[in-house]
């Protein structure tokens, strides 16, 4: 029987969940991907359930913003050496300063190219998850 491995995406836009989706299913048919549209959602899950592999984090989210969310994700002890990698399409200086202080792990923009984008977030769960094998 295969581990499975949950992998948390928070955004408050439904075609990015989407994209982050499928990238991921892509890879390994073992992850269980959990999504949250807003920060008072993510916060419950984060709660409620098993800590993630990995949380796929947006930073402009109306309500409680992405920085809230890092910083409550790192003062839990359940969640605290969990990597978090943001996703956002700022490209403000302050907004990478501000991600890293709070515990980021890494800091992904979305590009606006669907392949780049697709690319760039493959990359990052090679990375952060350490999938050695090839797509499905």
């Known amino acids: ?11 408050d ?45 947006d930073l402009k989210m109306p309500g409680i913003d992405g920085i809230e969310i ?8 359940q969640t605290r050496y969990v990597p978090v990698v943001i996703l956002t399409s700022s490209k403000m200086e302050e907004d990478l ?15 606006h190219d669907l392949s780049e984008f697709t690319e760039n977030l493959s990359a990052a769960l090679h990375y952060w998850i350490d999938l050695n094998l090839s797509p499905n």
């Open 70 to 77: 890092l910083r409550f994700i790192r003062n839990r002890e």
């Open 13 to 57: 836009n439904p075609d990015d969940i989407f994209i982050a989706k499928r990238v991921i299913s892509k890879y390994r048919d073992n992850f269980i991907v959990e999504s949250a549209s807003d920060g008072s959602q993510a916060m419950e899950l984060i709660s409620n359930t098993k800590p993630p592999a990995l949380i796929l984090l």
């Open 97 to 111: 300063k501000a991600s890293y202080d709070a515990g980021a792990n890494g800091f992904l923009h979305k590009a």
């Open 1 to 11: 029987m295969k581990d499975t491995y949950s992998i948390l995406v928070i955004d």
